[in-house]
């Protein structure tokens, strides 16, 4: 079972509500008979990977939302620059994808090449999280789904759990819904990757008169498969 999750982070510590889930597929008949929270935006591609198509609907439906909301709350003018830390995957790459965010006063920065695993801040704490959190809503209900069988006296040497697809499809919606909450609850991990890719202490060495200061910082997550 294979998704793909991807959201924005503003002032590197608060975990947003809103999200970007990709399914493989044509058609919204690929996408789960689930009901999301409003404030996602589930869609699909044929690979589930992000393109430039799914990258445009990402900054219309999630980064622009998110970063509007966040310049209000911190009281910031409608202008304000906002930072977007990308790795360099082809779609982020698109002239389209950068202009659209050129538009929205949406700086882009990239992440060197197979660099992601030092300097991106998501990669180096949020996306274990979610990935653990997944690991360990799958080996729960797995341990359910076997108790459940030998509460009914069955012989479970040769029992096989139901994985097909249309079954874990909705079950495994319910699963990314609770990660995210899960990972809401932890704000300090935000903060640590942050911490890790050396972001906050060039933050606290910049003088006042720095065009960055008060800026809004945006992190993608940066294509991150969810397996279970």
């Not at 409003?38 to 044929?46: I, Q």
Request: net charge positive; with cysteine.
């Amino acid at each position: 079972m294979k998704g793909r999750l991807q959201h924005c982070h503003s002032r590197w510590k608060t975990f947003p509500t809103t999200a970007s889930l990709l399914y493989p597929g044509k058609t919204v008949n690929c996408h789960p008979q689930r009901n999301f929270p409003d404030n996602w935006d589930v869609w699909h591609t044929p690979s589930h990977w992000s393109n430039e198509g799914s990258m445009l609907r990402f900054i219309d439906t999630v980064i622009v939302p998110y970063v509007d909301a966040t310049r209000q709350e911190l009281h910031l003018p409608p202008d304000q620059p906002a930072l977007a830390i990308c790795d360099v995957f082809a779609a982020h790459r698109a002239e389209s994808f950068r202009s659209k965010l050129l538009q929205n006063n949406i700086w882009l920065v990239f992440v060197p090449a197979c660099c992601t695993g030092e300097l991106q801040p998501l990669d180096l704490s949020v996306n274990d999280g979610y990935k653990n959190e997944l690991k360990k809503c799958f080996t729960q209900w797995y341990a359910d789904q076997v108790a459940s069988s030998m509460g009914e006296g069955e012989d479970i040497s040769g029992k096989k759990v139901d994985l097909r697809m249309s079954v874990m499809k909705p079950i495994h919606a319910g699963w990314l819904m609770r990660a995210h909450t899960q990972m809401g609850m932890k704000q300090h991990i935000i903060q640590l990757g942050f911490e890790k890719a050396g972001i906050l202490s060039c933050i606290a060495k910049a003088q006042p008169s720095t065009p960055l200061t008060g800026t809004v910082c945006v992190l993608k997550l940066s294509n991150t498969v969810l397996d279970s």
